[in-house]
Nanobody, 121 residues
Framework: QVQLVESGGGLVQPGGSLRLSCATS????????MGWYRQAPGKERELVAVISGGGITNYADSVKGRLTISRDNAKNTAYLQMNSLKPEDTAVYYCHLKYVRPYYSGAADAWGQGTLVTVSA
């Protein structure tokens, strides 16, 4: 069973930077897409950024130009470089993976436990 572990969250001042990491473990035949989602207090979980197995990226309008998603294919690890952070970026950030398992047909999903990012002076 695939597990995801996020790291890199913390407290940062407005305008600051953080880098989140999402490490995977378990059997992955191929990655369909990896992504970052976030959930702020009292709000629904929302998409932040995704990167396909082929490296195509997509971002929420609110983070374009400030956050960058990347992936280390060899390690199946995803990163989220967060620059020019704003208080409204405060949320729990979750990593998501859609992948193909060995010996199984169809895709499977995995979620990390989340890492808290707080942007405050």
């Amino acid at each position: 069973q695939v597990q995801l572990v996020e790291s890199g969250g913390g407290l940062v001042q407005p305008g600051g930077s953080l880098r989140l990491s999402c490490a995977t473990s378990g059997s992955i035949l191929s990655v369909i897409v990896m992504g970052w989602y976030r959930q702020a207090p009292g709000k629904e979980r929302e998409l932040v950024a995704v990167i396909s197995g082929g490296g195509i990226t997509n971002y929420a309008d609110s983070v374009k130009g400030r956050l960058t998603i990347s992936r280390d294919n060899a390690k199946n690890t995803a990163y989220l470089q967060m620059n020019s952070l704003k208080p409204e970026d405060t949320a729990v950030y979750y990593c998501h993976l859609k992948y193909v398992r060995p010996y199984y047909s169809g895709a499977a999903d995995a979620w990390g436990q989340g890492t808290l990012v707080t942007v405050s002076a």
